[in-house]
């Protein structure tokens, strides 16, 4: 089945950690997006990625790093430098950001708790 | 910068019946896309129902429609015959054709559907 897999669902960090959730598609889509999710508030996008090797900032990329060494792979790494990090983190991907109507995918989330 | 605003953190409705979820936004664009996406307690994100801003007739999927008024800047969601498994958290947002799908997310409305 072509989707967006996300792992893992749960994650913990201690103090100081560098953590990476895993986002995964196979749908040939060329966009991919990561999104936080507090409590309260909507979807706030941390990073996105448009083609293999160009990434852009979100609204809320500090204390953030993503790679886009692949184009089914675009994992998000929360460094030590986010302070509170404690969120419900969100892929999506998308086939072509050219075209308008283009639909956004998400997979099923990343739980990330501070130990 | 586009704001999405979603005023019911809550609602409820009776099985069955109809209920109407709000939402406004702000743009100085005249071309967009908007979007209503249904979170479940399963936390996947699922897209309900799409409108191209410069489409006057209002989208429709099955018993979900919505009330687009542009010049109010208004795109409320009606769901019709309400039924358990509509029970869910709501987001409404926002798509710029300028800024490659990115989307902007409103905070939500948590839907209850009583029996």
């Known amino acids: 089945d072509g989707g967006i897999t996300q792992s893992p669902k749960y994650l913990f960090r201690k103090e100081g950690q560098n953590v990476t959730l895993s986002c995964e598609q196979n749908?040939?889509?060329?966009?991919m997006y990561w999104y936080r999710q507090d409590p309260g508030q909507g979807l706030r996008l941390i990073y996105y990625s448009q083609i293999v090797n160009d990434f852009q900032k979100g609204d809320i990329a500090e204390g953030y790093s993503v790679s886009r060494e692949k184009k089914e792979s675009f994992p998000l790494t929360v460094t030590s430098a986010q302070k509170n990090p404690t969120a419900f983190y969100l892929c999506?991907?998308?086939?072509?950001?050219?075209?308008?109507?283009?639909?956004?995918?998400f997979g099923a989330g990343t739980r990330l708790s501070v130990l | 910068a586009q704001t999405v605003t979603q005023s019911q953190p809550e609602m409820s409705v009776q099985e069955a019946e109809t209920v109407t979820l709000s939402c406004t936004y702000d743009t100085s664009e005249s071309d967009y896309y908007l979007f209503w996406y249904k979170q479940p307690p399963s936390r996947q994100m699922i897209l309900v129902i799409r409108q191209e801003a410069y489409k006057q007739q209002n989208a429709t999927e099955n018993r979900f429609s919505v009330n687009f008024q542009k010049a109010a800047k208004s795109f409320s969601l009606k769901i019709s015959d309400s039924q358990l498994g509509d029970a869910a958290m709501y987001f409404c947002a926002y798509r710029s054709l300028e800024y490659g799908n990115k989307l902007v997310f409103g905070a939500g409305t948590i839907l209850r559907v009583k029996s």
């Open positions: 999506a991907s998308t086939a072509s950001t050219k075209i308008a109507k283009n639909i956004q995918y």
């Open positions: 749908l040939n889509h060329d966009a």
